[in-house]
């Protein structure tokens, strides 16, 4: 778990993430309007809270099933629920990436979806072996100030990164899981001497532009401290939502069509296999694939892409379907455990 200095853009995050607990504690102890005398789910997420809070809210008014949610990285997490797996705590997983669902896929300790939840979202994001569902996608992007690069000054393919011309200009979150699938799709594409030695010349050419979290990173592009940086994009959008257009210094650029660099990666969902409310649990997936569960997603200040079909992102991004990424699977894109060593050989980890 990565040490976090909360930007202004995580501190506005935090505000209003409590709100959202205040408001769903009040929501728990009134009870649903219907008086129903329904079970309670225990959620261990590693989304976004103010987002999570929202969809756990509309769950327990429509089902009157209780959420108990708790927040932390999604790595600590894992770690939990297989330390948990005789004594469980949690009865669905809710995570910003893939990776680390499929580690837990790979365990046997995740219950098979069910079939209809499985089928809101398109087959391409979800679990081959359909053990965890995709909810929402976020794409990598280069975020840059175009006051100290130009945009055709851009690297077209993520290896590009380790020319010595950006030396200096680079800024990284090694630390964020977010760039792992980045690193996966690097080695899966060139393999791992390759990977190993692009990453020990970017983090060189990032130098001392390393930063603790991706909130970090787009703030310190959008001030001026480094010319750009990689990371997904609904940091930048998130961040234009909460300073206002007239404060926005930045801009997004994308890599090439299909460049590794140009990930689409899916936040999923999981029922544990220990959990003893198995059905309640299953419902809560439901919800979150279902037409209000993406348009809660599509609302909120997240800035994610919903799956779902027939809920389309805010209109201030481009269209899903309009982007080009890389042609790796979600599966291909592997439990992360290969990406963490490259980042540990390497040293950015």
């Not at 709100?19 to 959620?43: D, F």
């Not at 001026?224 to 930048?236: D, I, R, T």
């Not at 206002?244 to 936040?267: N, R, T």
Request: glycine share 8%; aromatic share 8%.
């Amino acid at each position: 778990m990565i040490a976090r200095i909360p930007s202004p853009a995580a501190r506005t995050l935090a505000a209003l993430a409590a709100v959202g607990l205040a408001a769903l504690t009040l929501t728990a102890c009134s009870g649903s309007k219907s008086g129903s005398s329904a079970g309670s789910i225990t959620v261990y997420s590693g989304q976004h809270e103010q987002t999570t809070q929202s969809l756990a809210q509309a769950f327990e008014k429509q089902t009157g099933i209780k959420v108990n949610v708790r927040y932390d990285d999604e790595d600590t997490f894992a770690d939990e629920i297989v330390q948990e797996e005789k004594h469980p705590v949690a009865d669905v997983f809710y995570t910003e990436n893939s990776p680390v669902l499929e580690d837990l896929q790979e365990k046997g300790l995740l219950a098979s979806v069910d079939s209809s939840t499985l089928a809101a979202i398109p087959s391409k994001y979800n679990s081959p072996a359909g053990d965890w569902v995709g909810v929402s996608a976020r794409v990598s992007v280069i975020v840059y100030n175009p006051s100290l690069i130009s945009a055709a000054q851009l690297p077209a393919s993520v290896m590009d990164l380790a020319d010595s011309k950006y030396a200096g200009k680079l800024g990284l979150a090694p630390g964020e899981t977010d760039f792992q699938p980045i690193v996966t799709s690097v080695e899966r594409t060139y393999g791992q001497a390759k990977a190993l030695s692009w990453l020990k010349s970017v983090k060189a050419n990032a130098g001392d532009n390393s930063y603790p979290d991706n909130e970090t990173l787009v703030d310190e592009v959008n001030r001026g401290a480094v010319a750009f940086g990689v990371l997904n994009q609904y940091y930048w959008y998130r961040m234009q939502a909460e300073l206002g257009a007239s404060a926005m210094h930045s801009k997004v650029a994308y890599f090439a069509p299909h460049d590794p660099g140009y990930v689409v990666d899916v936040s999923g969902a999981a029922v544990l296999k220990s959990s003893k409310n198995q059905a309640d649990a299953q419902k809560f997936l439901a919800f979150l694939t279902s037409k209000a569960g993406q348009t809660i997603i599509k609302d909120s200040i997240s800035f994610e892409y919903p799956l779902g079909d027939g809920v389309s992102a805010s209109s201030e991004e481009p269209a899903l379907s309009t982007l080009q990424p890389t042609d790796l699977t979600v599966p291909e894109l592997g439990d992360g455990s290969a990406a963490i060593a490259l980042l540990q050989q390497s040293g950015l980890l």
